[in-house]
């Protein structure tokens, strides 16, 4: 209940919040003083010998950083690089680090690490420490030339070379830090790219992540350069990203599919399931699709255990590859006719993976 009370609020500085703003300037002094120290070498750092590419969020919670890491991985596969993914594996109760394999479990490695691999097929290990867990990567795989971090914006102690900040549709909320806001850092943080998950760009969403609006500068505004902060839009217009889904898979059996537009047929009961970190993004998209579902909004990371679809009255059960791979690990779930796994692709421009591509040659 807590949680959610605080995302309600995060959304505007109401009374709650506004109680908190003063915490927040505490919360934000700490965090500003922490990444000063890694900047000026009072903490100590790694540097990896090949280049490292971060792709993380500044809004906390779920902005769809998984399914902008796949497409990454891939549109780098696609230009004959040879990436690898390196993750703290939220969920994984292992302190050391961990090759993730076609045997590892959500329990082992995490939900979206194991997504990842099976998505993408390139290296992927995780552990708490990201430098360590790197040289790892690029010990058991040389040729990769390319790391890629899920997450990991704030994790100073590994150097990076590129940065993307990814938000969504609620931009940056209330625009305070935390516990005030949403927020881990100020929206003026420097990046290199910026991202927004989400099916239209208004100018005031853009404005709201510290960018310029769509407007304002040309059709290719995104050079790969950083410019000063400070200017009365911030950085250069985002990139815009959408997720896509077109059918359904049956969970028992993943070669079974189901267009969208065959569950929309009359009298099927259709529910939807989300333990991710924005469960109204996953259902808002199967609406637009035309469906009609009863909705279960589930914590991220859920763990599925506790048969949350005891309590839902469907023929179909529709829920995300997260959560999928969870579910296929339980043997009274992965065999629920009921389940079938919502597939969703992410679609950017292919610029920003060019550029990606030119900053890591050029390093």
């Known amino acids: ?25 505490l919360f934000g002094a700490l965090s500003g003083a922490r990444a000063a120290m890694f900047r000026a070498g009072w903490l100590a750092s790694s540097r990896l010998p090949v280049p490292v590419v971060v792709v993380g969020n500044i809004y906390i919670g779920g902005t769809g950083k998984t399914p902008l890491t796949i497409w990454l991985v891939q549109a780098l596969q696609a230009r004959g690089m040879r990436p690898g ?16 394999g076609a045997g590892s479990t959500p329990a082992d490695v995490g939900d979206e690490p194991l997504l990842i691999r099976q998505r993408t097929g390139c290296p992927v290990m995780v552990g708490r420490d990201r430098a360590a867990t790197g040289r790892a990567l690029l010990a058991a795989y040389p040729d990769t030339d390319v790391l890629l971090t899920d997450d990991g914006l704030q994790h100073y102690a590994l150097q990076r070379d590129i940065e993307i900040i990814l938000f969504d549709g609620r931009g940056a909320g209330n625009g305070w830090l935390l516990p005030a806001g949403p927020l881990r850092e100020p929206v003026s943080r420097r990046r290199d790219f910026t991202v927004i998950n989400a099916p239209v760009l208004t100018d005031a969403l853009v404005r709201s992540v510290g960018c310029f609006p769509m407007a304002s500068v040309g059709s290719d505004p995104v050079r790969g350069q950083t410019p000063a902060v400070g200017l009365a839009g911030g950085y250069p217009a985002p990139r815009q990203m959408t997720l896509a889904g077109s059918h359904a898979e049956q969970l028992v059996d993943r070669t079974r599919r189901q267009p969208f537009a065959d569950l929309a047929q009359p009298g099927l009961r259709l529910a939807a399931a989300a333990g991710i970190g924005n469960p109204a ?6 609406k637009a699709a035309g469906l009609t579902i009863a909705e279960l909004p589930l914590p991220d990371h859920h763990d599925f255990r506790d048969r949350p679809f005891d309590v839902l009255h469907a023929d179909v059960i529709l829920i995300t590859e997260k959560d999928a791979v969870k579910c296929a690990q339980i043997e009274e779930l992965r065999g629920d006719p009921r389940l079938w796994v919502v597939p969703v692709t992410a679609h950017i421009d292919g610029a920003l993976a060019d550029q990606i591509v030119e900053k890591c040659r050029g390093r």
């Open 85 to 100: 993914v390196i993750s703290r594996g939220h969920g994984s109760a292992a302190d050391t680090v961990r090759e993730v």
């Open 281 to 286: 993004r996953f259902f808002g998209m199967l």
């Open 1 to 25: 209940m807590l949680e959610a009370t605080l995302t309600r609020n995060w959304l505007r500085r109401g009374p709650l919040a506004c109680a908190l703003w003063p915490v927040s300037l």
